[in-house]
């Protein structure tokens, strides 16, 4: 019930986007921005009009996983509105590119200024926007959560046993929300070396996820030179090429949100 009194109070921003939604992991550094900004170039790819919201105000990686031209949020003084940037047809708006150096904020303040980026943003009519949500499930991800209408829900995890653990508490915090979690993006599951496969962080805890969650999709991303590469590079691995092994497996996600 929540959701939908917030809903009915939608902000006009938020309003022209049919889908929203959130890429998530429970720790930094498993590749959650890695699969939210290729997820987005593989919808645009298949037509659709597609913006990516940045959520992660402590680490935002938008700005180095894309290279806009335009690399400053412009504000309309008139609305008070902010005016995304744009890179190959994909408008993006991240708290790196309002012009200021990394934040030291308190939590309360990060929803704020989160929730103020995504609500006044004038993204248009989208078919999705991809919300690249901050690691965890604290009070930041929840406030957001109960703000934004999401659609559907792609966590993002390596394969450790460990890992394991934080991934039943995203399901849990998405699954209480009512938010429909519809694939998990185990990362860098294994590499090819000499004609053999390696899986340096052992096997089978995303299956686990799957089966114990009803989670319907579980994709594995490979550890690819080229993924990091690509990262660093500011062209998004699915654009640079779109015939690869990647974004095969990102097509196949597309289909599912
Ligand atoms: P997060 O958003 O979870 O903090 P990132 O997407 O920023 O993680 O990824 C962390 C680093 O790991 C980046 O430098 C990224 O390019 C790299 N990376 C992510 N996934 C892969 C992969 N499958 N193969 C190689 N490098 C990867």
Same mark, same amino acid.
């Given at each position: 019930?929540?959701?939908?009194?917030?809903?009915?109070q939608?902000?006009?921003?938020?309003?022209?986007?049919s889908?929203?939604?959130?890429?998530?992991?429970c720790?930094?550094?498993?590749?959650?921005?890695?699969?939210?900004?290729?997820?987005?170039?593989?919808?645009?790819?298949?037509?659709?009009?597609?913006g990516?919201?940045?959520?992660?105000?402590?680490?935002p990686?938008l700005p180095?996983?894309?290279?806009?031209?335009?690399?400053?949020?412009?504000?309309?003084?008139?609305?008070?509105?902010?005016?995304?940037?744009?890179? #190959?047809?994909?408008? #993006?708006?991240?708290?790196?590119?309002?012009?200021?150096?990394?934040a030291?904020m308190? *939590?309360p303040?990060?929803?704020?200024?989160?929730?103020?980026?995504?609500?006044?943003?004038?993204?248009g009519?989208?078919?999705?926007?991809?919300?690249? #949500?901050p690691? *965890?499930?604290?009070?930041?991800?929840?406030?957001?959560?109960q703000?934004?209408?999401?659609t559907?829900?792609?966590?993002?995890?390596?394969?450790?046993?460990l890992?394991?653990i934080?991934?039943?508490?995203?399901?849990?915090?998405?699954?209480k929300?009512?938010?429909?979690?519809?694939?998990?993006?185990?990362?860098m599951?294994h590499?090819?070396?000499?004609?053999?496969?390696?899986?340096?962080?052992?096997?089978g805890?995303?299956?686990?996820?799957?089966?114990?969650?009803?989670?319907?999709?579980?994709?594995?991303?490979?550890?690819?030179?080229?993924?990091?590469?690509?990262?660093?590079?500011g062209?998004?691995?699915v654009?640079?090429?779109?015939?690869?092994?990647?974004?095969?497996?990102?097509?196949?996600?597309?289909?599912?949100?």
């Open positions: 019930p929540a959701k939908q009194i917030y809903a009915a939608l902000p006009a921003g938020l309003q022209t986007i889908n929203i939604i959130a890429v998530s992991s720790k930094g550094g498993v590749g959650k921005s890695t699969v939210a900004v290729n997820l987005a170039y593989t919808l645009a790819g298949m037509g659709a009009r597609v990516i919201f940045d959520a992660d105000v402590y680490g990686s180095t996983m894309v290279s806009p031209e335009n690399r400053l949020l412009e504000m309309n003084p008139e609305k008070k509105t902010i005016i995304p940037t744009e890179y #190959m047809g994909v408008k #993006m708006v991240s708290f790196g590119f309002a012009g200021q150096g990394r030291i308190r *939590g303040m990060v929803s704020g200024v989160i929730n103020q980026l995504l609500t006044t943003t004038e993204w009519e989208l078919d999705y926007l991809v919300i690249d #949500m690691p *965890g499930t604290g009070d930041i991800q929840l406030t957001l959560c703000v934004v209408p999401l559907a829900a792609v966590i993002v995890t390596t394969p450790q046993k890992a394991f934080d991934v039943a508490k995203g399901v849990r915090m998405f699954s929300l009512k938010v429909p979690c519809v694939a998990v993006v185990e990362n599951c590499f090819d070396a000499d004609g053999k496969r390696f899986y340096p962080f052992g096997r805890s995303g299956a686990q996820v799957v089966e114990q969650f009803g989670i319907p999709h579980l994709f594995d991303l490979p550890i690819r030179p080229t993924l990091s590469a690509s990262g660093d590079s062209i998004p691995e654009v640079a090429d779109p015939q690869g092994e990647v974004a095969d497996i990102f097509q196949n996600l597309g289909v599912c949100v």
